[in-house]
């Protein structure tokens, strides 16, 4: 238990990190585009070019970590991104193409980031019983709000008083400081050491596998909550990449540290609730997939209302409150679908949570992009918001449809195959 305790404390850590890293441009959005003469397109094609790189490492992310431990897949791709991090500041003075560099360079950090959270669902689907999944991965996944409070509150005013530049170097640096701290206090010297064999093992997807995972997209649930994780995994990138720019815009006078800080610190204690109460009624007796439903209505469809409200107040305070109620639901999401995937195959939880993180990157990159030409186009924000009502309407209404929490991985249907 006290092991358990300090992982899920360092993970919550990792998780928090990998947002510090993954915020920066969406915080530093208004700055680059000043000191690089970019306009709201070209923004949107840098912030978009994550998603593209976040997509296409979500499978092989999943399936290496089923196979040789989620852990060692966490260290290494957070070992590259943080001194991604740190050069990217640097490398803009030796290049004058600043347009094609920062894409590049995001596509980039999309890729070594995409592994993270279907080794995340990995570890956690291996080592945690499911009557406590909710509440650790909720635990875990607060990490993220934490992330975006920490560099909106310290990203803020790092960027006030030192420049854009500081926003990166602070993020990397601490990146790097998790992984020494980990490698160091939580991981033997045996641990660490991957062998060339066992990685390529894990590298190659056999058709002799003890699982027939191929199988398991012929069933109506997987589905269910593959459509729902895109839905919500791509409105989640819509409001992460554009909520600083729509509050520096439509109140300018308003503080960069309130908008950036207040959603996301109203997003840790909810996160937390749901993850507890999600438990609670399960182990109170209440039927699994009524649960993961009831969440995700309020994840998906109850944050939805706040968002079309936020689109249409001019007032600053009301704002922030809706924002906050929005952005502080969808983490109910944590405890539907993104522990549904743990409840219908924990033996190959990574590669199936990473084939709805794909397609949630892939809808990302065409949200974040069409959000940019929506607001280019028609100067208003309440298209932008409409949006992110649509498309988690149709992944709730898919979940509620088709959903279910009973293992299909070890179905004697599939054992003869």
Not at 98 to 125: E, I, N
Not at 218 to 234: D, E
Request: hydrophobic residues 45%; glycine residues 8%.
């Amino acid at each position: 238990r006290p092991e358990s305790r300090v992982w899920t404390v360092m993970l919550l850590l990792g998780t928090c990190l990998l947002y510090c890293a993954r915020v920066t441009v969406p915080i530093c959005a208004v700055a680059l585009s000043t000191h690089f003469n970019w306009d709201k397109k070209q923004s949107g094609i840098v912030l978009s070019s994550f998603f593209w790189g976040y997509c296409l490492t979500q499978i092989i992310g999943g399936h290496i970590s089923d196979q040789i431990g989620g852990e060692k897949v966490l260290l290494l791709s957070a070992s590259a991104w943080g001194f991604l991090t740190v050069l990217t500041p640097l490398l803009t003075h030796v290049t004058s193409a600043h347009l094609v560099f920062m894409t590049s360079s995001r596509f980039l950090m999309g890729l070594l980031q995409g592994v993270y959270f279907p080794s995340l669902a990995s570890l956690l689907s291996q080592k945690v019983r499911e009557s406590e999944r909710a509440f650790t991965y909720s635990t875990v996944g607060t990490g993220s709000q934490f992330g975006t409070l920490v560099i909106g509150g310290a990203g803020s005013l790092l960027l006030d008083w030192y420049g854009w530049e500081s926003v990166f170097y602070f993020s990397g640096l601490l990146t790097l400081l998790w992984v020494y701290c980990t490698c160091k206090y939580l991981l033997s010297e045996k641990e660490l050491i991957i062998p060339i064999d066992y990685l390529m093992r894990g590298l190659s997807i056999s058709k002799q596998t003890k699982v027939p995972w191929k199988q398991l997209f012929k069933k109506a649930p997987i589905w269910a909550v593959i459509i729902a994780q895109l839905s919500t995994a791509s409105t989640f990138f819509t409001l992460l990449s554009w909520l600083p720019t729509f509050f520096k815009e439509t109140f300018p006078e308003s503080k960069g540290w309130v908008f950036n800080v207040v959603p996301w610190l109203v997003a840790i204690p909810t996160s937390l609730f749901s993850g507890f109460l999600s438990d609670h009624l399960i182990n109170q007796g209440y039927k699994t997939i009524t649960i993961r439903k009831f969440m995700q209505v309020i994840g998906s469809g109850v944050s939805s209302i706040f968002a079309l409200c936020l689109g249409q107040t001019s007032s600053f305070c009301k704002a922030i409150v809706f924002a906050s109620a929005s952005v502080g639901l969808q983490t109910f999401n944590h405890s539907g679908i993104s522990v549904n995937v743990q409840d219908l195959a924990p033996s190959c939880a990574g590669l199936l949570f990473g084939v709805g993180n794909t397609g949630g990157a892939l809808l990302g990159v065409i949200c974040v992009y069409l959000a940019g030409y929506l607001i280019e186009t028609t100067g208003s924000w309440i298209s932008v918001f409409n949006l992110v009502a649509a498309v988690n309407s149709i992944g709730l209404c898919a979940f509620l449809m088709f959903g279910e929490a009973q293992r299909v991985d070890t179905d004697s249907a599939y054992m003869d195959l």
